[in-house]
């Protein structure tokens, strides 16, 4: 919470796993790139994680950074990897 600089959740997604994150426009998503090229997406209140994206083009890259759409109906997941490769 920004207003009272106080931590409101926590989310654990175990080491290696949370390189890089999004948090989705309406606030019900995390997006995070891990240290093996796949891409997590977690649900902000229930704290699972929701999806596993992985691609074998990715696979042992670093994802450094992510990036989710603003329309969280019909999410895209961005992703760059230390190879410089962009999914």
Known sequence: DLE???LTRTI?????EA?????SSNDAMVVTGTHYGAVNVW??????????LKSAQT????TMCVDIS??????????GTNAGTVT
Request: aromatic share 6%; proline share 5%.
């Open 70 to 79: 603003p329309d969280a109906a019909n999410y895209r997941v961005a992703a």
């Open 12 to 16: 654990d997604a175990g080491p290696l």
């Open 19 to 23: 390189w890089s994150l999004a948090l």
């Open 4 to 6: 009272t600089r106080q």
């Open 43 to 52: 649900g902000v209140e229930t704290r699972d994680k929701m999806q596993a």
């Open 59 to 62: 696979k042992d890259q670093l």
